[in-house]
């Protein structure tokens, strides 16, 4: 069925030809269309404009048609999330009340979850991200990355990533597939680390082969993989023809220059500020960098140095972080709403860097992150909101009526 989005009160991120990201002082402006529609058509954004350019020739093809009313309503194109770890076997978290977040989180402990995920079958892990994603659909987003990396051992690494692949082909949302392989590894490598590598390496090809994974993530921690070790499972990586990704900023600014590497998701968050050298090197780099406002505010750490980052002229992205040692929450917005209280950013920026940006990101820039016509019919509708300003501004506030995913209303 095709349908017609009527009286927009405004259609945002809109336009033909829209850059592949945006970076620096570009990422404070933003196109939108005031009292606008927007027709969709085969899962695909057909056109849209001002109502006073919507004329019956528009629609008259379409022998079924859906019209929905959106006056006083907002229209966004579905959010992006570019790094998440929902595939995680979910429970109570231990001690919560008592925990000391920054202790807890520098010595997370996941005996339990590997015990409960070596158990746990690729169908029950799947009914599990299921009900996930069914929230992370309401919440607004249309696409996610979602990363392995709690298997803790080869054969369980598989089974995630195995998991994901089904949830690629049963969901409605876009998904991309990350091996995150040097995350940690199970106690039973302590004594030899090496042999757990040694375990990844083997499994590499088929990880690639059989179409488990888009990219490869790299978590450098030298607790439990050495500086060489990591390095040994990069060009690994890169012979396999997987997009690398690195998830520390510590292998430094020039080894991901020496292998070409654009994207560096940085736990920027982790780290707190960040000197202005060492932005300065970002940008000569070329580094695209990710902050994760929420994982700062579940752990009481510093705010990263997002305000510096954008004046300098980088890009950035928004990303969760989702799960539950970290961020339990999928909430797009509400990290939003931490990037202008607690970072400094403007409505404007947020809205960019959890659209465009992140789709740019997660390879899939050319058929989501804006509203252009021959994108994905990806969006979603508010409540009547004044302004897209109050989208970030009521950070507590359920503000999304409907979605809608490949011209489908969910």
């Known amino acids: ?49 001002s109502m006073k350019e919507l004329c019956e020739s528009k629609t008259e093809n379409s022998d079924l048609l859906m019209e929905i009313d959106c006056k006083g309503r907002l229209v966004f194109p579905s959010f ?21 977040a920054a202790r807890e989180h520098n010595a997370t402990d996941f005996s339990d979850s590997f015990v409960k995920l070596h158990d746990m079958s690729i169908e029950e892990l799947y009914i599990q991200a299921l009900d996930h994603l069914k929230e992370v659909v309401r919440k607004g987003t249309g696409a996610i990355e979602i990363k392995s990396g709690y298997g803790l051992e080869a054969e369980d690494e598989i089974k995630l990533l195995q998991v994901i692949r089904k949830l690629k082909s049963t969901t409605p949302l876009v998904i991309k597939s990350t091996f995150l392989g040097s995350h940690t590894y199970h106690e039973n490598f302590r004594r030899s680390p090496a042999r757990y590598l040694d375990h990844i390496l083997d499994i590499l090809p088929s990880v690639a082969q059989d179409e488990l994974a888009d990219n490869l993530d790299l978590y450098y921690d030298q607790k439990f993989l050495s500086r060489s070790e990591t390095e040994i499972l990069l060009n690994a990586g890169l012979r396999e023809g997987l997009n690398v990704k690195i998830h520390s900023d510590e292998l430094g600014l020039n080894h991901l220059n020496q292998h070409n590497i654009k994207v560096c998701l940085d736990i920027l968050d982790d780290a707190g500020p960040i000197s202005r050298e060492k932005i300065d090197r970002m940008v000569a780099s070329g580094i695209f960098p990710v902050i994760m406002p929420g994982a700062s505010f579940f752990h009481n750490l510093s705010a990263s ?16 972080d989702f799960d539950p040692g970290s961020m339990p929450s999928c909430d797009m917005k509400f990290m939003q709403s931490l990037a202008c209280i607690k970072y400094g950013m403007k ?14 990101l997660m390879g899939i820039g050319d ?15 508010t409540k009547k909101i004044p302004s897209y300003d109050y989208f970030p501004y009521a950070f507590s506030s359920d503000l999304i009526e409907m979605v809608i995913l490949d011209g489908e209303i969910h």
């Not at 409505?347 to 740019?360: G, K």
């Not at 058929?367 to 509708?381: E, L, P, R």
């Open 1 to 49: 069925m095709d349908l017609l989005l009527l009286n927009i009160k405004e259609l945002m991120q809109t336009g033909e030809k829209p850059s592949a990201y945006l970076a620096g002082r570009e990422m404070a402006s933003i196109r939108t269309i005031h009292n606008a529609f927007l027709l969709i058509s085969d899962e695909m954004i057909v056109e849209y404009g």
């Open 347 to 360: 409505p404007e920026e947020v809205i960019n860097a959890s659209t465009i940006n992140a789709a740019y």
């Open 80 to 100: 992006c999330d570019p790094d998440s770890h929902l595939l995680y076997p979910f429970g109570a978290v231990k001690g919560f009340s008592k925990r000391s």
């Open 367 to 381: 058929g989501y992150g804006t509203i252009t016509k021959g994108k994905a019919a990806n969006v979603f509708i």
């Open 305 to 320: 140095s997002a305000r510096e980052m954008i004046d300098a002229g980088l890009p950035l992205a928004i990303a969760t």
